[in-house]
């Protein structure tokens, strides 16, 4: 007997990678280092990159190589929620070029006029797979997702490496459940749809 397999009511809306690597030094309260890099694959603006940056004192920007993926990040993954990013940060043209073994230490370095951010993730934990058959949930997050949560990170600013650590986050709990993750954490094959009306 022939298996079937559902195929998901909607239209894919993006399908690509997210990035996330969040520091702090030990026994503090405040993050060194944050970057957010999405990596499209498919969406309504095409293929590209861009990088919400915030390192206080000395890099704050968003780095992009599509301005038009740039604002389908801000409409999609943002509308209706507090953004996670200043707002005014001010939008650089970069080059985006990754790295690294991606099941070992991958990296992305990330290249403007001024400056050269490498982020590299270590230390990773055997990947977590979701998948949300919650229609509304598909509305507003992705439907499958390949998460590697990770121990180690670091961020290299222009050759000089950023102090801070990977540290937990409550954030995941309402999306894994369980207890915190870590704030360092990389999403391959994410799809999100929208579903029908």
């Known amino acids: 007997m022939t298996a079937i397999y559902p195929i998901l009511p909607g239209r894919l809306l993006w399908s690509g990678e997210h990035w996330i690597c969040f520091l702090r030094a030990p026994g503090t309260r405040e993050d060194t280092a944050r970057v957010s890099l999405y990596r499209s694959h498919y969406s309504p603006a095409g293929e590209g990159?861009?990088?919400?940056v915030d390192i206080p004192g000395r890099f704050q920007a968003v780095l992009t190589d599509n301005?038009?993926?740039?604002?389908f990040v801000r409409e999609t993954m943002f509308r209706g929620k507090a953004p996670p990013f200043d707002p005014s940060l001010p939008v650089?043209?970069?080059?985006?070029?990754?790295?690294?073994?991606?099941?070992?230490?991958?990296?992305w370095i990330m290249e403007t006029r001024e400056h050269r951010l490498n982020v590299t993730w270590t230390r990773l934990e055997p990947?977590?797979?979701?998948?949300?058959?919650?229609?509304?949930?598909?509305?507003?997050?992705?439907?499958?997702?390949?998460?590697?949560?990770?121990q180690?990170?670091?961020?290299l600013l222009d050759g000089r490496r950023i102090d801070g650590v990977p540290y937990p986050r409550s954030i995941w709990r309402e999306a894994l459940g369980g207890g915190d993750r870590s704030s360092c954490v990389f999403a391959i094959a994410e799809t999100m749809i929208r579903p029908p009306d």
Do not use: I, N, W
């Open 67 to 71: 301005p038009a993926f740039l604002e």
């Open 49 to 52: 990159h861009m990088a919400f």
């Open 152 to 155: 180690g990170a670091r961020v």
């Open 92 to 107: 650089v043209d970069a080059a985006f070029r990754r790295g690294g073994e991606l099941s070992e230490s991958p990296s």
């Open 127 to 150: 990947p977590d797979v979701a998948y949300r058959s919650d229609p509304k949930l598909q509305s507003r997050r992705p439907v499958f997702t390949v998460l590697f949560f990770c």
